[in-house]
Structure formats: C-alpha cells, structure tokens
C-alpha cells in the first residue's frame, strides 16, 4: 500500500504544480544571477557562430573534411558496385539495401563506416589542437578573458562549435548516401532502415567528439599547437596500431591448450572480448557493425546453453540498441571524462597578456 500511494502522489496533478512552483523561482534567480554576472545576452551564441566560421575558412578543415568526402563517395560507388554484382541472396540482410550502402564494398575501397572510423579521429584533432594554445600564442586569449564574459564560455564555445562542423558534415554525408540510394533504388528507405542510419550518424558523431576532447585537453595542456597535434596523432595511432600488438602478445602468452575444457576456453575468449574494449575504435566498430547489421545478435563469446533456441534474423532497433548499449555508454563517458579534463585544466590555467 505504500508504494502504491507513492506511485499516486507521483501521477496526481497537485504534485507536478507543486514541483513547478517550487522549480520557476529557482530559474528565475539563476537567470537573475547570470544577467548580474556581466555576460551579455547572446554572447555565447555570438562567440559559437565566429568560431563555426574560422573552422569553415579554415584551409586546414577544408582540405580533412574535401579528403573524408572524396573517401566517402568512393566507397558508395563500392558498395553500389557490389549491390550490383551480387544481387539476391535469400538471406534477411537482402531487405536492408539502404544499410548495404554503408557497409558493403566489392574490395577495391572499405565500407562507409570504416572509413568513418579511421578519419574521423584526424577531423576530431584537427578541430581541437591548436583550440586554445594558438590564440594563447597570438595575445588574442588574454584580450578576451578581459570582456565581461564568463571565463568557460571560452572552452565551451571551442566545443561546440567544433562539435557542429562535425555534426554537419556527418548529416550531410549520411544523407548524401540516402539520396544515392533513392536514386539507384527508386524506393525510400524503410523507417527502421531512417532510424538505424540517423543512430550510425549520432554515434560517428560522439565518436568524434571524444578525439575532438582529448585534442582541446592537449591544447590546454601544452603550449605549442606542434605538440599538442602530435600528443593526439600519438594516442590514435597507439589505439590503431600498437595496442593491438600488445593484445595480440597477451593473447598468444594467454591461449589454453586444445585439449583445455570448455569453461577454461570461454573464459578465455571472454578474455580477449574485454581486452579488445579498451580501444575506442574497436568500441565504435563493434557498436556500427551492430546498428548498420541487423542480422547481428550478439558481440561477445557465447556458450551452448546460451545459443539453444536462437532463431536466426534480423533484431529490432530496439534490440540493437540494448546490444551495444555498453559499447554506446563507454565512448559517452570517455567524452564527458576527456571534456571534464580539458575544461578543469582550462578554468585552473593561469592566463598572461604577452
């Protein structure tokens, strides 16, 4: 009974007015707050749209975000290609054409997505390496902090603005697939095939905005953008190429004997499952792979027990999401982590006029 009176109290009109009138004094004094602090209204907005600008006049963008297009329509001519050439199937991937379109390639180019995945970390580092330190080195950094504006909105702006090329870039390329598609099919894409490319588009979107973090955080780090490019540079490439190595070397060390019983074998390829998550790339792969395949049912080492029963066929959306859930939740907490440090470095920096 008391649990059921809670759940009452929680659906009754009287206790949201009440939560209201107890929220809008509190926004009013905050908003109160904010117009004492100095800030002018729009400020904020103001600073995002000139830092979009410098990014879109930047040759130095332009030429990244020419090379992840020209990659990009390469790769659909591929997979277009080998829609083409392979035909039907029977398989239940056949009546997702539209997923085919980023995940399929005849083997001259990869798919869509790998290509998303191996450039854009460069977009995310190229956007953030030289967010802070440049203007630092210019004398424009001191200037600015000198306007009665709050000190964050400096490191703020430099994300979000960053984090909407990115955005942009990402929507348009996925759209400019969907529209190849409409072309070549003649058909609109079904509302599962629209939702699971929007998910793919958000997730490369939170993928590349953890690089773009990690570079922002080495711009506040280091002083010159040289060194902090390279800080970004060397911890992609040690996620892209090194590690593996080292997963590889622990593996073999690791690997049970033929005639090892079937616990000792799962444990071990749970082993390897896990080490294999401490990439975000192999995050992010595993995470596409999954929302751009619906035929996949599961990422990690199953037993015999568990795959009794299973009925092969493509998963709802629903499904997929609650698949790579733990895939979607640990590059979400990496980005906050890697914001949570470059914006803590940044408020405690002392800031000189040269």
């Keep these: 009974m008391k649990i059921t009176a809670i759940q009452h109290r929680f659906l009754t009109r009287g206790y949201w007015e009440e939560q209201l009138r107890r929220i809008v004094p509190e926004l009013r004094n905050l908003c109160s707050a904010y117009r004492k602090s100095g800030a002018t209204p729009g400020v904020f907005r103001s600073m995002v749209l000139k830092e979009v600008s410098d990014h879109i006049r930047s040759w130095r963008v332009v030429i990244l975000m020419g090379l992840i297009l020209l990659t990009c329509i390469g790769s659909l001519y591929t997979s277009l290609t080998a829609i083409g050439n392979a035909g039907s199937t029977g398989n239940n991937d056949d009546l997702f054409f539209f997923l085919h379109l980023f995940t399929l390639s005849d083997g ?77 099919l003649g058909v609109p894409p079904t509302p599962s095939e629209f939702m699971r490319i929007l998910s793919f588009t958000l997730l490369s979107i939170v993928y590349v905005a953890l690089w773009l973090n990690l570079s922002v955080f080495f711009s506040v780090r280091f002083r010159q953008p040289a060194t902090s490019a390279l800080a970004g540079i060397a911890v992609w490439l040690f996620f892209t190429v090194f590690y593996p190595l080292i997963a590889n070397l622990l593996i073999k060390a690791a690997t049970p004997s033929p005639y090892a019983s079937g616990r000792t074998i799962y444990l071990f390829e749970r082993f390897r499952f896990l080490l294999m998550q401490a990439m975000p790339n192999e ?41 790579v859930w733990p895939q979607l939740t640990g590059l979400i907490a990496l980005t906050f982590l890697c914001f949570i440090l470059s914006y803590l470095a940044f408020m405690r920096r002392e800031i000189r006029s040269r």
């Design 108 to 184: 001259s180019l990869p798919p869509f997505f790998v290509f998303i995945g191996f450039l854009g970390p460069l977009l995310g580092i190229s956007l953030g390496f030289d967010a802070v330190n440049s203007e630092q080195n210019r004398g424009t950094l001191s200037r600015l902090l000198a306007q009665p504006i709050p000190r964050d909105y400096v490191i703020n702006t430099k994300f979000v603005a960053a984090l909407l090329v990115i955005s942009l870039l990402f929507f348009v390329l996925s759209f400019a697939v969907i529209g190849a598609g409409l072309v070549a």
């Design 283 to 323: 995050l992010y792969s595993q995470a596409t792979s999954t929302l751009l395949v619906p035929s996949v049912r599961s990422l990690g080492p199953l037993t015999m027990e568990q795959m009794e029963g299973a009925i092969p066929g493509p998963l709802p959306l629903g499904q997929s999401l609650l698949l």
